[in-house]
């Protein structure tokens, strides 16, 4: 089974900020994991993928995230908060193998204010 | 490319009615998949499609059911809506299923 927990169901950050959203997964197998965004009333946009090359990861929009095996951990972290990062933001995991092959197993989505 | 199309934007059903959300990709992706959105719960997978011709349940798949017949449609079918399955519904595509998944926009249905 796996499973992911999203630390903190809103986070609120100053414009020009650290951006720090938390993620903790579970997989019985070797994992692959992603962010995605979500405008409001729009679908899930993929900010970032890890697939078990490097452990940090680049995405869109100035996103990255640090995958860390051992805290079993995959945090996204924004060096400046702009006021267009304002959005809900998802971790996922899939299994690289086993019966949850491919199978996106979300978190609970963490809601992210940016303040002037 | 349109990319991945839903219809219809809204619904309202009334308990026991049923319905067709349809699904549609001209990405020519193997992988589809169905998932609902409910507050503070994440996405939740129903069910998915690794190619035409085959389906497989996800983790809520009671209450719907899927067919694959082309590469490029995946409609969701209701048999019998309850009020719990109010909820956004978003179905994706993939290459395949350890690739990034692109996302609808997704079909609002309420059941009252």
């Known amino acids: 089974a796996q499973s992911v927990t999203q630390l903190g169901s809103h986070v609120s950050v100053s414009e020009g900020a650290l951006v720090l959203l938390r993620c903790n997964y579970s997989?019985?197998?070797?994992?692959?994991l992603f962010w995605y965004v979500q405008y409001p009333n729009q679908g899930l946009q993929l900010l970032l993928k890890y697939t078990s090359a490097a452990t940090l990861v680049k995405g869109i929009n100035g996103f990255e995230a640090e995958f860390k095996k051992s805290e079993t951990s995959f945090h996204l972290t924004k060096p400046s908060a702009h006021m267009s990062d304002a959005a809900e933001y998802f971790c996922?995991?899939?299994?690289?193998?086993?019966?949850?092959?491919?199978?996106?197993?979300f978190g609970q989505g963490t809601i992210l204010t940016v303040h002037p | 490319n349109a990319g991945v199309t839903q219809t219809p934007k809204f619904q309202v059903l009334k308990t026991g009615q049923s319905m067709t959300l349809q699904c549609a990709q001209d990405m020519n992706h193997e992988y589809m998949s169905w998932y609902r959105q409910d507050p503070g719960m994440g996405l939740r997978l129903i069910h998915y499609s690794v190619g035409a011709g085959i389906t497989d349940q996800g983790e809520v798949p009671n209450g719907y059911n899927v067919s694959r017949s082309t590469t490029e449609d995946f409609p969701l079918r209701l048999l019998s809506a309850a009020p719990s399955q109010t909820s956004v519904y978003f179905c994706?595509?993939?290459?395949?299923?350890?690739?990034?998944?692109?996302f609808g926009p997704g079909t609002r249905l309420t059941v009252t």
């Open positions: 996922a995991v899939s299994g690289a193998g086993g019966t949850s092959y491919g199978k996106l197993t």
């Open positions: 994706a595509s993939s290459v395949s299923q350890l690739q990034e998944q692109y």
């Open positions: 997989s019985s197998v070797p994992p692959y």
